[in-house]
Nanobody, 124 residues
Framework: VQLQASGGGLVQAGGSLRLSCAASGSTFSLYVMGWYRQAPGKQRELVADISSRGSINYADSVKGRFTIFRDSAKNKVYLQMDSLKPEDTAVYYC???????????????????WGQGTLVTVSS
């Protein structure tokens, strides 16, 4: 699976951005899709992921502010980010994992396909 993320940029606190990730090279519906992020000096962390059937998992830090959704017709997954905070500043990575079980059992080790990352910078 090849993943191409886009949509990052500079935004003021309280603003919004939408990240997009285009998947190619395999059957989109066979994969769980996710977004991870890595801030400077910090470990990579899960932001949100979504199964082919629409089950969704969010990190506590983004619940109520971010929305993940996928468009199977376009083979894309999106991350709508609202009410952005400076602590959301990070490189955001789109990733994919073969959907071999329920979303609840997935860990970062399952995400074997990663996009190139897109930088989101939130100014205060």
């Amino acid at each position: 699976v090849q993943l191409q993320a886009s949509g990052g940029g500079l935004v003021q606190a309280g603003g919004s951005l939408r990240l997009s990730c285009a998947a190619s090279g395999s059957t989109f519906s066979l994969y769980v899709m996710g977004w991870y992020r890595q801030a400077p000096g910090k470990q990579r962390e899960l932001v949100a992921d979504i199964s082919s059937r629409g089950s969704i998992n969010y990190a506590d830090s983004v619940k109520g502010r971010f929305t993940i959704f996928r468009d199977s017709a376009k083979n894309k997954v999106y991350l709508q980010m609202d009410s952005l905070k400076p602590e959301d500043t990070a490189v955001y990575y789109c990733n994919a994992a073969p959907e071999l079980g329920p979303l609840s059992v997935f860990t970062s080790d399952d995400y074997i396909y990663w996009g190139q990352g897109t930088l989101v910078t939130v100014s205060s």
